[in-house]
C-alpha cells in the first residue's frame, strides 16, 4: 500500500475521532463493532448504542440473542430493556415479524392496558436489530426456580391467571395467536419479595410482593392469515392438536395457559416428557381418552393402533407415566370450593378438542375468578360513593 493512502487512512481515522470527541462520545463508541462466532454483539457495560442507550448490565441470554439492561438518555434517563438480535439472518427474519406484532399491539393498546409488554423503538445496529422495552423483572419461572420451585399461593395464582387471560384474549381479539406461552414468558412487573422461615421443611421462602405481570416474546406470534408453522409452543405447553398435526389457531394458548396455572399451583410442569408418544400416554392419563374423531384426522396414525394410542403400559416408559402422571383432580390440594374452582377451570382449558375448549372470554367469567369480580364492583362502589 503506497504513502499517501496509509496517510489518508490514518487522516481520515484521526478526523473521526476528533469529531467523535468533540461530541463528548466515549471512546468505547468509536472501537469497531465486533460479533462473536455465534453472532451475538461483543459489548462492554457503558457502551452507548446509537448515542442514546448506554449499556449497564445483561439480563438474559437466548438463542435469538441477549436482553440488557439499559439507561436511555432520551427517555430522562429511564432504565429499559434492550433486546440485541444476533446477527443472524433466520433471527432477524424473526425480530422483524415481532416487531410488526409489536406495533400492532402499540397500535390497538397505546395506554397499555392489555398487559403485554410494551416496545418503545426499534433500529437496526451494525447487523443486530434491536427493540427496546418496558423493564420488567424475574420471569414467573425464574422466581420459583429461586424459590426452591416452591408453588404459588392460590391467591396469587388466581391475580396471576386472571392477567395473563386478559393478555391473551386481547391477542385473540386481534387475531393473533401467541404460540409460545410459558411460565418463562410471563414476566413479574416487580419482583421483589418477602421471606419467611418454614420450621417444618427448615428454609426460607419468599414471597412476591406484587403480581402484576406482563406477556412478552411475541417472536412466534402468528396472526389468523398468516402461514400456521406445523409444530408450535415448547414442548410441555403444547396442545394435542398440534402433536396430531391436525391444524391449530388461538385454543392452542388456551391449553398452554391451563399447564401454566398447573405449574403456578404445584411448583413443576403437567407434562414432563420429550416424546410425542409418551406426551399423548400422559394426556390420557390425566385428562381420560384421546376422542376417537381426532384419531381418525390426524395423519399421526404411527401413534396408534385400531383407533387407540399404541402405547405399552409395562415398559419403562409406560412405568413412568403411571407414577408421574394422574387424573386432573386428584392434584388438588384441598377440598376447598376454590381449589375444585381452579381445577374446574383446568380441566376446560385441558379439553382434548379445540373447538370444546373453552375461549378466553369464557374462562374469564368463570367462578374462579369471582371473587376478582366481587374486589372490583366493591372498588367501583365506593368510588361512586366518594364522588
Not at 64 to 93: M, P, T, W
Amino acid at each position: 500500500m503506497g504513502r499517501t493512502n496509509v496517510y489518508s487512512m490514518c487522516r481520515g481515522f484521526l478526523g473521526r475521532l476528533c469529531f467523535c470527541l468533540s461530541l463528548g462520545v466515549s471512546r468505547t463508541q468509536v472501537s469497531a463493532v465486533q460479533d462473536d462466532e455465534e453472532g451475538h454483539l461483543v459489548y462492554r457495560a457503558g457502551d452507548v448504542l446509537q448515542d442514546r442507550y448506554e449499556i449497564v448490565s445483561l439480563l438474559g441470554e437466548g438463542t435469538f440473542g441477549k436482553v440488557v439492561q439499559c439507561i436511555d438518555h432520551h427517555r430522562g434517563e429511564s432504565r429499559v430493556a434492550l433486546k440485541i438480535i444476533k446477527n443472524v439472518e433466520k433471527y432477524k427474519e424473526a425480530a422483524r415479524l415481532e416487531i410488526n406484532v409489536l406495533q400492532k399491539i402499540r397500535e390497538k393498546d397505546p395506554e397499555n392496558k392489555h398487559l403485554c409488554v410494551q416496545m418503545f423503538d426499534w433500529f437496526d445496529y451494525h447487523g443486530h436489530v434491536c427493540i427496546s422495552f418496558e423493564l420488567l423483572a424475574l420471569s414467573t419461572f425464574d422466581f420459583m426456580k429461586e424459590n426452591a420451585y416452591l408453588p404459588y399461593p392460590l391467591g396469587q395464582l388466581r391475580h396471576m391467571a386472571h392477567q395473563i387471560c386478559v393478555a391473551v384474549k386481547f391477542l385473540h381479539d386481534n387475531k393473533l395467536t401467541h404460540t409460545d406461552l410459558k411460565p418463562e414468558n410471563i414476566l413479574f412487573v416487580n419482583s421483589d419479595f418477602s421471606t419467611c422461615y418454614n420450621a417444618e421443611k427448615k428454609r426460607e421462602e419468599r414471597l412476591v410482593k406484587n403480581t402484576a405481570v406482563r406477556v412478552v416474546d411475541f417472536g412466534s406470534a402468528t396472526f389468523d392469515h398468516e402461514h400456521h408453522s406445523t409444530i408450535v409452543s415448547t414442548r410441555h405447553y403444547r396442545a394435542p392438536e398440534v402433536i396430531l398435526e391436525l391444524g391449530w389457531s388461538q385454543p392452542c394458548d388456551v391449553w398452554s395457559i391451563g399447564c401454566i396455572l398447573f405449574e403456578y399451583y404445584l411448583g413443576y410442569t403437567l407434562f414432563q416428557t420429550h416424546d410425542n408418544r409418551e406426551h399423548l400416554a400422559m394426556m390420557e392419563r390425566v385428562q381420560g381418552l384421546i376422542p376417537s374423531r381426532m384419531i381418525q384426522k390426524t395423519r399421526k396414525q404411527k401413534y396408534f393402533y385400531r383407533g387407540r394410542l399404541d402405547w405399552n403400559e409395562n415398559s419403562s416408559a409406560g412405568k413412568y407415566v403411571r407414577e408421574n402422571c394422574k387424573p386432573l383432580r386428584k392434584y388438588a390440594l384441598s377440598e376447598v370450593v376454590e381449589h375444585q374452582e381452579l381445577f374446574d377451570l383446568l380441566e376446560g382449558m385441558l379439553e382434548y378438542d379445540p373447538e370444546r375448549r373453552p375461549p378466553l372470554a369464557s374462562c374469564l367469567h368463570h367462578a374462579f375468578f369471582s371473587s376478582l369480580r366481587d374486589a372490583r364492583r366493591s372498588s367501583c362502589s365506593s368510588r361512586d360513593v366518594s364522588r
